[in-house]
């Protein structure tokens, strides 16, 4: 459990590195990687928002189905994703409200999106 209330203070504006500081996400699929940018999200207590970038690598599969208690928001920034047999280009936008079952998901050359996920 992340404790929100010690978060380190937000980030100025300025440029991302794109080409470090990214960690399989924990649970998910190889290939399935994230670049966290901002707060935390504390499941259990059903608090919090975080913001982060999920890269799937080139020929990357994740065949299960998600339902998750939160807001999700995701932006399609860069390449191609596949969802439940829907495919999607940049740019594209999702808004999921809790209980929105979301995948299976596949990505053929690879793609970037930008997910925010909240409690309200």
């Known amino acids: ?9 937000p980030v100025p504006f300025g440029p991302v590195d794109l080409d470090s500081g990214w ?6 699929a190889e290939g399935v990687e994230q670049k966290m940018l901002s707060g935390a ?3 259990p207590a059903q608090v919090g928002v975080r ?7 080139a020929g990357t599969v994740a065949n299960d189905v998600f339902v998750h208690d939160y807001w999700e928001e995701v932006y399609l920034i860069d390449g191609h ?7 999607f280009h940049a ?14 998901f596949a990505s ?7 997910e925010i996920q909240y409690y309200v």
């Open 1 to 9: 459990m992340t404790d929100i209330h010690s978060l380190k203070p």
């Open 23 to 28: 960690e399989q996400v924990p649970g998910g």
């Open 41 to 43: 999200l504390d499941e």
């Open 51 to 57: 913001t982060r970038l999920i890269r799937f690598r």
């Open 81 to 87: 994703l596949n969802v439940g047999g829907d495919d």
């Open 91 to 104: 740019p594209s936008y999702a808004c999921r409200p809790p209980g929105t079952p979301h995948g299976p």
């Open 108 to 114: 053929p050359e690879g793609c970037v999106f930008f």
